[in-house]
């Protein structure tokens, strides 16, 4: 059984490796298709677009990894059962379960690699790619501007719209230019040509039109509107950046730039926020139901809620990147107060004045308890947005260990299915699960599902066929017994005549 172990891992190793080569390599080519005309577009150096690249390899890794894991058992499962291999071994009283094991436990090491890679790495290299495309952005926006369209010129208010744009010349036609920048006055400009190039030093925007007019209003003189013509205006637009430059200030991360302890900590937050919420319109009820039966109101106490704790990973995460990565120095004073440290300040409850003999209760405002509801409604879609990320990481990573029962068992039951059985049983097996996780993710971001449940629903299925039909496939007496996509043809096409005959001896009967 040693040599078997080995053996088995051998012939995972060169698929596999294969797999996630040929994978990576297809979807970033199909990255640089999309992207490449308008990085070079913008005059950025080699290196630059080379980074843009080599940063999207990460996220297209997470999902060629398990994708390889599925191709490599397939393919050498079904070598090993075509060339009667797991007949002999069979022969020789190793049952199909001893063949699971090793294989098994190369799932399991590799769900676990995968996972550290997307819970460590992805999101480091999602956030360095978001800050770059950023600064990538605010180069060159000549090239950015659209036909017909209304575009924004950052950082300025200006916003300018042409019918033809000359991307060489900067040569513009028919011009309309909304200047909503200054507080005393707004004017729109109108041209019928104009030139756009940058002005020494590369930094400010210049602009000059000719043959137009202006038309500006002033909201502290709401009566009045002056209207002026000219034959050349030069507009000079400041700080339009004509080379590149790199933010080094960490920008705020979304959920794809946060790891899986960082998103519990904000699921923690929204959890304690909304349990905040709900307490404070639950006093607010209370509160005026007191006041209508005239009861003393409820003494003060103390109301603060103790946060949940964090896993023990996350303790483990920490202590590793202590250990490994450079020390930040602290900060002098917080920027904020912890979660668990929050003032209570309650609201305040409107007066209405009293009537002469009549004892008017002083009622809160409705539209406080409204607001404690929809903070509450807020605080709960948040936190199932970002559980749903944190049940994405380890579905997917764990997705190689299902992939294993599934692939064995459609390797050795079409032992003839060759390369066709490899690419378009992957293709299915794999179709299935991603289109599980897209409906899944988008049905409990509606709060339509649990999390755990709609991103772990497609492996849950796919572990269940696979082990169904393990138990099926170890029962059968030879490997050599199935066929190849044929077989599976011609039971399908069994299955329907039989449905028309029933459904025809039905209607006969009827």
Not at 107 to 125: E, I, K, T
Not at 210 to 239: A, E, M, W
Not at 328 to 352: C, E, I, N, Y
Not at 455 to 468: E, F, Q
Request: hydrophobic share 45%.
């Amino acid at each position: 059984m040693r040599l078997l172990r080995w053996y088995l891992l051998r012939q995972l190793a060169a698929p596999f490796v294969f797999a996630l080569g040929a994978l990576t390599s297809l979807m970033l080519l199909s990255q640089i298709a999309k992207k490449f005309g308008s990085l070079v577009g913008k005059g950025l150096p080699w290196t630059v677009i080379g980074e843009v690249f080599a940063l999207s390899i990460p996220f297209i890794v997470a999902m060629t990894l398990p994708m390889a894991v599925l191709l490599a058992v397939l393919y050498a499962f079904s070598h090993l059962a075509a060339d009667n291999e797991i007949t002999a071994m069979r022969a020789s009283g190793i049952s199909v379960y001893q063949i699971l094991m090793p294989v098994l436990a190369w799932g399991v090491f590799m769900a676990g690699l995968n996972f550290a890679f997307v819970d460590q790495v992805l999101p480091r290299s999602n956030a360095r790619l978001r800050n770059l495309l950023i600064d990538i952005g605010r180069k060159k926006p000549t090239f950015e501007l659209q036909e017909q369209v209304i575009n924004e010129v950052p950082p300025s208010q200006y916003f300018l719209r042409a019918n033809r744009i000359d991307g060489a010349t900067g040569r513009l036609r028919e011009v309309t230019i909304y200047d909503v920048g200054g507080n005393a006055n707004r004017r729109i400009i109108y041209a019928d040509s104009g030139l756009m190039a940058y002005a020494e030093g590369q930094t400010d925007l210049s602009l000059r039109l000719y043959d137009g007019s202006i038309h500006q209003y002033r909201p502290v003189d709401p009566t009045g509107f002056q209207l002026s013509y000219f034959k050349v205006n030069d507009i000079r637009v400041k700080n339009v950046f004509d080379e590149l430059e790199r933010n080094t200030s960490e920008a705020i991360r979304g959920d794809r730039e946060m790891s899986t302890c960082e998103m519990l900590e904000v699921i923690r937050e929204a959890d304690q926020e909304r349990a905040e919420a709900l307490r404070g319109r639950r006093e607010l009820l209370l509160g005026d139901l007191r006041e209508l039966l005239a009861l003393p109101p409820f003494p003060e106490s103390d109301t603060s809620i103790d946060p949940a704790s964090l896993p023990a990973y996350c303790g483990w995460m920490d202590a590793v990147q202590t250990l490994l990565l450079p020390k930040t120095a602290d900060a002098q004073a917080p920027a904020q107060t912890r979660s668990g440290a929050r003032t209570q300040v309650k609201p305040p409850q409107a007066q209405l004045p009293p009537r002469t003999g009549l004892r008017q209760p002083a009622l809160s405002n409705w539209s406080l308890t409204a607001t404690a509801l929809d903070r509450g409604r807020d605080a709960e879609r948040r936190a199932a947005r970002y559980a749903v990320e944190v049940h994405k990481k380890w579905a997917i990573s764990s997705a190689c260990i299902s992939f294993v029962f599934i692939g064995i068992v459609m390797a050795l039951r079409f032992p003839r299915g060759g390369i066709g059985l490899v690419i378009g049983g992957g293709l299915l097996v794999f179709s299935i699960h991603y289109v599980g996780l897209t409906a899944g993710e988008s049905l409990a971001d509606r709060g339509m599902v649990r999390p755990w449940l709609a991103m772990w629903a497609p492996n849950i299925v796919l572990t269940v066929v696979g082990v169904l039909g393990l138990i099926r496939v170890g029962r059968e007496s030879g490997s050599t017994r199935g066929g190849d996509f044929q077989e599976v043809v011609d039971a399908i096409a069994h299955l329907w005549r039989r449905l028309r005959q029933r459904g025809a001896g039905a209607r006969g009967s009827a």
